[in-house]
Every structure is written in structure tokens, then in C-alpha cells.
């Protein structure tokens, strides 16, 4: 169907092709199952009134939570006067009674295995039971739980309460961690718990969206120019393209504006790149060190090996003023973990470390000394071991105006 779409399409781009299915399910038009039949091996995914008359190896009936299925009795909008009502109504709860017969038609799908699910949590504040009819089905007693209010806190803290580990004589594990881990940890460790430890889901960010589109941009632009290998602006903007989604954007107007500055980016760093006589040696070239206590792993975005050598880390954020660049470079402990990644593979530290911001085409250097190293590899291990201690408190600063737990972060409830 995308294939087919994508032909006819004037805009060949995810939101025209979703709005081109609403027409459809508008219309009355089933666009999921239409083009499947019954006997390909596919995940089916259809409502219970979809499925009636159908049979399959395989049935999950999913969200299973009491008040959804059964649903809770809403009353008619308008009711019917008795004088019109054809049929003579079974008595007892008749909502009830419909739900059951749908939830035995659902069942019934399944020819060798019937895989029934529930959720506790569906991300609210409410803990869901689940629907009487699985008790049923299951000859269960009915659930006994109260429903629960749950605040984002109490939710964490159930993560936290995992039983203990048996002492065994095992060795102590390994700890392992990326550079841009490292850099996590020590802006704010309460942060890295919520996203590295806990891994609570977030949303996509647009910025996310917008950095990895410029990145494979760039790791394909330069992995041409390492090989020698001609590649065009088109090619570049092509890239750009196909690596967008439309997602996390706070409008249609925004994304559009995103995507027109992305556009705009790349064609600037493209003119800028081909007057360049540096070309890269190394592009995303993963790396593995034991440094600071830990396996550290990271991946270089670019390394040039020319008359100087310089380790490039490419950011979308949006630094306009050299001065900016500079200090941020100063400041970059993945810069620093990147250095000694360096040294351990060449035998020696880089000439130059660079953080290139993209949008304006401006760079902050930095040229590292045994002194920066050294507080470098003294934030590192700092960070190992607020890792391994299991060290999280959390460090308020101005990054917390862009932090997606700023809701449920504590020290922002204090005072
Ligand atoms: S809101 Fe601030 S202090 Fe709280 S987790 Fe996020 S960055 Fe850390």
C-alpha cells in the first residue's frame, strides 16, 4: 500500500500518507487488512468486530482492563421511545451481556493458541484490573485489588524495589559505559538514573529527530570523501530526507520550518566542505578502552589524519558565537574520553579536538595538554564511580528547562 501510494503521491512524505489513510477508515475502508489475506504469514492487527468470521493459528487479545472490555455502560444519547423499539431487550444488564458475547468472539479466533493480556499501568495515575471476563474465562476469583492512585514518584519508586541479588562468588561485573554516558552522568546524575538505570520512556524530542537526520547526512557525505568517491549536494539533501521523521514536532509550521533549516544547513556546510582540502580518514569508527575504571565505548564522528590530527564531533545545537564553541569544547569530557580512545589506538594524542556546530558553521578547538587530560580522566572516573556506587543525586542547574523529567524530578518540588 506505502509502495502504491508513494507512485500516485504529489507528497511523498509520512503525514500525507497518514492523512490518505484517514480518508480511507472515514470511508468506511479497512486499509490495514485490505491487502492482507487471511492465509499470509502476517501480524494481523483488527478489532473484534473486524475479526468475526475469521480464524488464526495465533489470537492475542490485547488491553484486556476492566472498564475498557468491558466497556464502561455509557447511556444513549438519545433514547428511543419503547414504542419504537422493534425488538423485545433481554433483561439483566444487557451492555454487560454484549461485551461477553464479544469477548467469547474474540476468543474463539484461535485455533491453537489464545494469549489474553492485561496492563496495570497504562501510564496514568489509575492501576487497571483486569477485565472480569478474563477471571472468568480463567475460572479465577474476581479481582480483589482496589484501584490504586498512583503518583509518578510511587511509580518510580516500584522500579526500585527489586529484591536484592544473592551474594554468589561471581566476579564483580564489569562496568561499562559510553562517552556520551559519562558526559550524562556528570550533568546531572538523577537524570542519567531516569534515563540510563530506570529507563523511564520519553517522548521523541524534534531536536533528536533533527540531530539524527543531519548526522547521517554527514556520515555518508564523509565517508564518500574518505573515499574518494564523487557525491553531489542532491545526494546529501536526499539523505536528509529519507533519515527525517515527523515526529515530536510541535506543529505541521514547525516541523516544516525544521525541515527547511536542515535543508539550509547542510547545503551551507556542503559549499563550505568542498573548498576544504582536509579530508576524513576515519568516519563513525566505533571504539573500546578500558580508562577510568570501566569499559568505555564511543564512536568517533570524524577523524582527520592530515599535516595535524583532529578527532571532529558534529553538533546540531545552536551555538552562534566562537567564544561559546570554544568554552564548550573546554568543557567536553566526551572530547576528552575521545582524546584517550586517540592515544591508546595511534600511539599519541591528537593535535586538535574539535566540536563543529553545523548550523553556522563555527567550531570550538581544543589542543590537549597532560593538564586537561588529567581533569578529564578525573571527571571520568568520578562518573564510574558515582556509576558503580549507584550515586544518583540529582544536580539542578539551567539544563532542567530542557530535561523531559522535569515533572517528577524532587529537587525541583522542594521549597
Ligand atoms: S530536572 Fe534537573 S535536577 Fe531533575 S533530573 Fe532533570 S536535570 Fe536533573
Same mark, same amino acid.
Given at each position: ?43 494481523? !492487527?483488527?478489532? !473484534? ?22 466497556? +464502561?455502560?455509557?447511556?444513549? +444519547? ?33 485455533? $491453537? ?28 476469583? @474476581? ?6 492512585? $498512583? ?24 562496568? !561499562? @559505559? ?132 583532529? !578527532?571532529?564531533?558534529?553538533? $546540531? ?99
Amino acid at each position: 500500500m506505502i509502495k502504491r501510494f508513494s507512485q500516485v503521491a504529489r507528497y511523498d512524505r509520512l503525514h500525507t500518507f497518514v492523512s490518505y489513510l484517514e480518508s480511507l477508515r472515514q470511508a468506511g475502508e479497512d486499509p490495514a487488512g485490505s491487502d492482507i489475506s487471511q492465509d499470509d504469514n502476517a501480524v494481523r !492487527v483488527l478489532t !473484534v468486530h473486524a475479526a468475526k468470521g475469521l480464524e488464526f493459528e495465533t489470537v492475542f487479545l490485547a488491553g484486556l482492563e476492566q472498564e475498557r472490555f468491558p466497556a +464502561r455502560n455509557m447511556p444513549e +444519547r438519545i433514547e428511543l421511545p419503547d414504542d419504537l423499539v422493534r425488538d423485545i431487550l433481554p433483561s439483566g444488564d444487557y451492555h454487560l451481556q454484549e461485551e461477553r458475547r464479544l469477548f467469547y468472539v474474540g476468543m474463539t479466533r484461535a485455533k $491453537t493458541e489464545l494469549i489474553l493480556t492485561s496492563a496495570r499501568n497504562l501510564g496514568g495515575r489509575k492501576s487497571w484490573k483486569p477485565s472480569q471476563f478474563v477471571l472468568e474465562a480463567l475460572d479465577r476469583p @474476581l479481582a480483589d485489588e482496589k484501584t490504586l492512585k $498512583t503518583s509518578p514518584l510511587d511509580s518510580l519508586k516500584a522500579f526500585q524495589n527489586h529484591p536484592q541479588p544473592l551474594e554468589t562468588n561471581e566476579p564483580e561485573r564489569e562496568t !561499562v @559505559l559510553s562517552a556520551t554516558a559519562v558526559e550524562d552522568y556528570l550533568r546531572c546524575p538523577l537524570r542519567y538514573k531516569f534515563s540510563r538505570v530506570v529507563k523511564i520512556p520519553v517522548l521523541m524530542h524534534h531536536t533528536a529527530v533533527f540531530g539524527t537526520a543531519v548526522h547521517e547526512s554527514l556520515k555518508a557525505y564523509n565517508a564518500a570523501r574518505r573515499d574518494e568517491k564523487t557525491f553531489s549536494m542532491k545526494q546529501l539533501l536526499g539523505i536528509f530526507e529519507n533519515s527525517w521523521k515527523s515526529e515530536g514536532f510541535i506543529s505541521r509550521e514547525h516541523e516544516d520550518r525544521r525541515y527547511q533549516e536542515g535543508l539550509d544547513m547542510l547545503r551551507a556546510h556542503f559549499k563550505r566542505e568542498q573548498k576544504s582540502k582536509s579530508r576524513p580518514s576515519f568516519v563513525e569508527q566505533g571504539f573500546k578502552m578500558n580508562a577510568a575504571g570501566a569499559r568505555i565505548i564511543g564512536r568517533w564522528d570524524r577523524i582527520d589524519l592530515g599535516k595535524e590530527s583532529s !578527532v571532529i564531533d558534529y553538533k $546540531t545545537s545552536d551555538v552562534k558565537d566562537e567564544k561559546a564553541a570554544q568554552a564548550k569544547a573546554k568543557d567536553s569530557r566526551q572530547l576528552g574520553l575521545y582524546a584517550m580512545a586517540f592515544e591508546k589506538k595511534f600511539g599519541k594524542l591528537p593535535d586538535k579536538l574539535t566540536l563543529h556546530f553545523v548550523k553556522f558553521g563555527i567550531e570550538g578547538t581544543v589542543r590537549p595538554t597532560p593538564r586537561w587530560m588529567e581533569g578529564m580522566l578525573e571527571d571520568a572516573e568520578k562518573a564510574v564511580r558515582g556509576v558503580s556506587q549507584g550515586n544518583y543525586d540529582p544536580n539542578p542547574s539551567y539544563g532542567c528547562r530542557t530535561c523531559p523529567y522535569e515533572k517528577i524530578c524532587p529537587a525541583l518540588r522542594k521549597g
